[in-house]
């Protein structure tokens, strides 16, 4: 089936330093799959960070970024400077998209803690 | 931004009970989803819904599982009779193309 494999937390980076979170999948059952990085911020409910359903594009919100690469089948999540307010779980999800909705397959999630 | 609520937020029952977990999803989706997380696992899908139907499943979705939005109110999972392996924090999630929203999730303690 269907999976998600991502670096797992938790995960530690001073305020104003670099961040990626790693993330590859496997998709069995589409050969190109919606890709999506979801987060959860502490006493909040997941919500959407960015998504990206063609392949080759890049995706960005909120200073994150990812690319979506086909060859390698990865959708590495980075930010050039973090900031406190960033410490959330963050999840990469894979997502089919069928004429009967669509099913998304997740990692496990990074906990990422951003230190002052 | 949408916003999906879930009543009740905790539910603890015994085994062999029956339980419903509700769903309000965002008004004008069209497709609604449950998802299940046993504790330090990742979120698994269990179902999608549309037009009134269940559309796909997976293997978690065990017979004893059922869904349903009865006259566009809420969207519904209940489980008869529970068992101990119920015991999870469930996910409801709506979209109306691809993009899913969800909900704070329930968390269900079968004892």
């Known amino acids: 089936g269907d999976s998600v494999t991502q670096t797992e937390g938790p995960v530690t980076v001073s305020e104003s330093e670099s961040l990626i979170i790693n993330c590859t999948y496997s998709a069995t059952s589409i050969a190109y799959p919606n890709l999506f990085w979801y987060v959860r911020y502490p006493g909040e409910g997941l919500q959407l960070l960015l998504k990206v359903i063609t392949a080759g594009q890049k995706g960005s919100s909120r200073g994150f970024e990812a690319t979506y690469n086909k060859e390698t089948t990865s959708f590495h999540l980075q930010k050039a400077s973090v900031q406190e307010s960033d410490s959330a779980v963050y999840y990469c999800?894979?997502?089919?998209?069928?004429?009967?909705?669509?099913?998304?397959?997740f990692g496990k999630g990074a906990k990422l803690t951003v230190s002052p | 931004g949408p916003k999906v609520l879930q009543i009740p937020s905790h539910q603890i029952i015994d085994m062999g009970q029956m339980v419903t977990l509700n769903c309000d999803p965002v008004s004008n989706h069209l497709y609604f989803y449950w998802y299940k997380q046993i504790l330090g696992q990742q979120m698994e899908f269990l179902v999608n819904?549309?037009?009134?139907?269940?559309?796909?499943k997976s293997k978690l979705f065990k017979d004893q599982f059922s869904v349903e939005r009865p006259d566009g109110s809420y969207f519904t999972l209940k489980i008869q009779p529970t068992a101990l392996e119920d015991s999870a924090v469930y996910f409801c999630?709506?979209?109306?193309?691809?993009?899913?929203?969800f909900g704070p999730g329930t968390r269900l303690t079968v004892l």
């Open positions: 999630a709506s979209s109306f193309h691809y993009e899913q929203y």
């Open positions: 819904f549309y037009n009134g139907k269940v559309m796909e």
């Open positions: 999800a894979l997502g089919v998209q069928q004429g009967t909705g669509s099913k998304l397959s």
